[in-house]
């Protein structure tokens, strides 16, 4: 158990539709990332958060955004969706640099 | 953007031999991380590596940290049906709070 909590673990929508994707990070730590890992591919990195900033930008598309709360959870939201947003999204968090992983939301767009 | 190649894409062996992946990067990283990914999970860190040269080893796992930083190798020695698997390297440019960009990944399977 890497401590990284991810809510919901399965969801299944339609096109068109938006999304929000929760995780609480680990005790103490003020980083959070979201990363996108499509159908046996590697981890594209979306977006890092610290202390409730914005930190770094990846491939993240304009239909997604992100956010970090006071309490140091971030909710990652997607939106307009479509077939190709079909993922696993995982986020991690991080104190001293080694990121932990969340077992991630798997999203299903139908 | 940095890129992060891996080799070999996947491996086929069996119980009881040893594994060699490694990494090259297209500009330096300040740490290298190796991670390993079951089926459905999320990445679980194996070896975290910090300077230039180093050899680290946790159990049957020994990864180095190349001399050029652009560079890392991760050892699997006497595979058990455990191993299977999908192993990411990932690199970060700078200590502390730094996204990891991640290489396309090893997917190890053994043969029974």
């Known amino acids: 158990d890497s401590g990284v909590t991810q809510t919901p673990k399965h969801l299944i929508t339609a096109t068109g539709q938006r999304v929000t994707l929760r995780c609480s990070p680990r005790s103490g730590d003020l980083s959070v990332y979201w990363y996108q890992q499509s159908l046996d591919q590697g981890l594209q990195f979306l977006i890092q958060?610290?202390?409730?900033?914005?930190?770094a930008k990846g491939n993240i598309l304009e239909r997604f955004s992100a956010q970090q709360f006071p309490d140091l959870h971030s909710e990652l939201n997607l939106s307009s969706l479509e077939l190709g947003d079909s993922a696993l999204y995982f986020c991690a968090s991080s104190r001293s640099g080694e990121l932990f992983f969340g077992e991630g939301s798997r999203l299903t767009v139908l | 953007g940095q890129q992060l190649n891996q080799s070999p894409q996947s491996m086929f062996i069996q119980e009881g031999e040893d594994v060699s992946m490694n990494c090259t990067s297209s500009s330096i990283f300040n740490t290298w991380l190796w991670y390993k990914q079951d089926p459905g999970e999320g990445p679980v860190l194996l070896i975290a590596?910090?300077?230039?040269?180093e050899l680290t080893s946790n159990g049957r796992l020994t990864a180095q940290f190349g001399i050029t930083r652009k560079d890392s190798f991760l050892n699997i020695s006497a595979s058990i049906p455990s191993d299977v698997g999908i192993y990411f390297c990932?690199?970060?440019?700078?200590?502390?709070?730094?996204?990891?960009?991640f290489g396309t990944g090893t997917r190890l399977t053994i043969i029974p």
């Open positions: 958060y610290y202390n409730g900033e914005e930190r």
């Open positions: 590596l910090y300077k230039a040269g």
């Open positions: 990932a690199g970060q440019s700078n200590f502390g709070n730094e996204k990891l960009t």
